[in-house]
């Protein structure tokens, strides 16, 4: 049997402590790893790095307060909630948004809804349903 790494993805951040924490609340789960230059959030088969963008470049532009949405990315993360209702209320609290409840849809046994982090990258939070 081969061992393949842990699937993943890489969001890179401005203020590195405001959206580590808000993905650790958002998804409840803790850092397995930190250092001074990123946060290691590890899910069920899945590892989700908090990675600081380097001051030369964050320098170069503002988050807004609050953020504008960063719609025209190529990447949208999907991760999983327990409850799309109390992620909206966690993402609110730290600066982040999850779209109203009427923005909501379903797809593949999931309630599924946009929003974005406390510095504007667009994430899609799902809620298993169960039938």
């Excluded at 699937?7 to 850092?31: N, R, T």
């Excluded at 170069?60 to 953020?67: C, G, Q």
Aim: glycine content about 6%; aromatic content about 6%; some cysteine.
């Amino acid at each position: 049997m081969s061992h393949l790494a842990t699937p993943g993805a890489v969001v890179y951040a401005k203020d590195l402590s405001k959206v580590s924490c808000f993905y650790e609340q958002l998804l409840q789960s803790i850092a397995t790893h930190a250092e001074d230059e990123y946060t290691v959030l590890e899910l069920p088969h899945f590892q989700l790095v908090i990675h600081a963008i380097p001051d030369r470049i964050a320098n170069t532009f503002e988050i807004t307060s609050p953020p504008k949405r960063r719609g025209e990315s190529a990447v949208k993360l999907m991760l999983p909630v327990a409850n799309i209702g109390k992620a909206r209320e966690v993402a609110a609290s730290l600066g982040g948004q999850i779209d109203a409840a009427d923005r909501e849809w379903e797809f593949q046994h999931c309630r599924i809804c946009d929003g974005h982090d406390p510095e504007g990258n667009v994430i899609q939070v799902r809620e298993f349903i169960s039938r």
